[in-house]
């Protein structure tokens, strides 16, 4: 079971992240790229973890190597849905997918997504001209 202090710690990062991105001028209505983050030290357990997003209807990226500040190094992926900003929203993903790390045995890091300029003409609608220093979080 997922220990319900993490749970809360994430609900509570999730309001944070809204608020900076809104008090920044972010766009209130736009459609957000919501990036969960896994890591593993086990590339198989990540492998499955990911098929298991992916069957529950979550865009996956491919596994990265990641050393942390410790020296060790771990298998990272994002698992990827588009929501608005709605922190009830974004916390059902948040719980469903903390469950699912636990269950697999691979890390839920948490979240990000990047800035929408309400006053932006997107040319490319993947997002692909997004620079990583636009990240929050």
């Known amino acids: 079971m997922v220990d319900k202090a993490e749970l809360d710690a994430q609900y509570e990062e999730t ?6 991105l809104l008090e ?4 209130p209505d736009a459609l957000y790229a919501i990036e969960h983050h896994f890591s593993a030290d086990n590339f198989a357990l990540l492998e499955k973890a990911a098929v298991e997003a992916f069957k529950l209807g979550y865009e996956v990226t491919d596994a990265e190597e990641l050393e ?25 993903q948040v719980d469903q997918l903390m469950k699912l790390a636990e269950k697999m045995g691979v890390n839920y890091d948490g979240w990000g997504t990047y ?7 997107y040319d490319d609608e993947d997002g692909d001209d997004i620079e990583p220093e636009d990240r929050v979080h």
């Open 15 to 20: 309001r944070l992240i809204i608020e900076e």
């Open 24 to 27: 920044d001028g972010s766009d």
């Open 115 to 121: 800035f929408e300029d309400p006053d932006a003409e």
């Open 68 to 92: 942390i500040e410790t020296g060790e190094t771990l298998m990272c992926c994002d698992v990827i849905s588009e929501s608005a900003l709605n922190a009830e929203l974004i916390d059902a």
